[in-house]
């Protein structure tokens, strides 16, 4: 099983609701990472959870809260999220170390209305 | 800094064409890179990697990439495209505890 599954797979919240996305993998990575797309640009990292632990947050405003409960789920949590964070959100796995090549979801695409 | 660039954003091909992509990478310590490429409306798929050895690697559908260490480049190439090509191709190149992308690369195929 080389997949990475996203639920949902569209999702509209309003500015005022909290709502999760949520991020399975079944291949024993012990790293995962969300990532933000806007239409027709590159990936962005928003966190990098290793060994369940939170590794990196690129800066990214506490109205995105992710969590990793174990090694084979990680959410993001939104809470009053704005219009421009209307994007697709990626979640990958991969191995920890070096030479290991990253695995995506198919990502849930959000809009804030 | 870790960085990747890709110099043709938009690239207009017919059938049977061939097919080179730049990417140019920067980072200080042994280079992991990938093309990742994403279908419209589907998610981003490994082409291809590049760990260590030979430094011409092959990957799926008939793509291949040259790395040049000199260069700090890593092209992707295919000798005739095909319609079903069509869609974005990512350089990436893995830093410290993540990937890091480049802005990619839209390819049209005409058929």
């Known amino acids: 099983d080389t997949e990475v599954t996203q639920t949902p797979k569209h999702l509209v919240m309003g500015m005022t609701n909290k709502k999760s996305l949520k991020c399975e993998q079944h291949?024993?990575?012990?790293?995962m990472y969300w990532y933000k797309q806007k239409a027709k640009k590159p990936p962005e990292l928003m966190f990098v959870?290793?060994?369940?632990?939170?590794?990196i947050n690129e800066s990214v405003p506490s109205r995105f809260s992710p969590e990793c409960p174990n090694s084979s789920l990680l959410n993001l949590h939104l809470h009053a999220l704005q219009p421009e964070d209307s994007a697709l959100y990626l979640c990958?796995?991969?191995?920890?170390?070096?030479?290991?090549?990253?695995?995506f979801g198919q990502g849930t695409r959000l809009t804030v209305v | 800094a870790q960085s990747v660039s890709q110099h043709n954003h938009h690239v207009i091909l017919s059938e049977a064409a061939s097919l080179e992509l730049g990417c140019n990478y920067s980072?200080?310590?042994?280079?992991?890179l990938f093309w990742y490429v994403q279908y419209p409306g589907q998610h981003l798929q490994l082409l291809l990697k590049?760990?260590?050895?030979?430094?011409l690697v092959k990957g799926i559908k008939g793509f291949e990439a040259e790395f040049i260490k000199s260069k700090f480049s890593f092209n992707l190439r295919k000798p005739s495209v095909q319609w079903s090509d069509t869609a974005e191709y990512f350089c990436a190149v893995r830093g410290t505890y993540k990937y890091i992308f480049g802005t990619g690369t839209r390819l049209k195929v005409l058929a």
């Open positions: 291949m024993g990575h012990r790293a």
């Open positions: 990958a796995s991969s191995s920890p170390g070096r030479n290991t090549e990253a695995f």
């Open positions: 980072y200080g310590g042994t280079v992991n």
């Open positions: 959870y290793s060994y369940e632990k939170l590794s």
């Open positions: 590049y760990f260590s050895g030979d430094p």
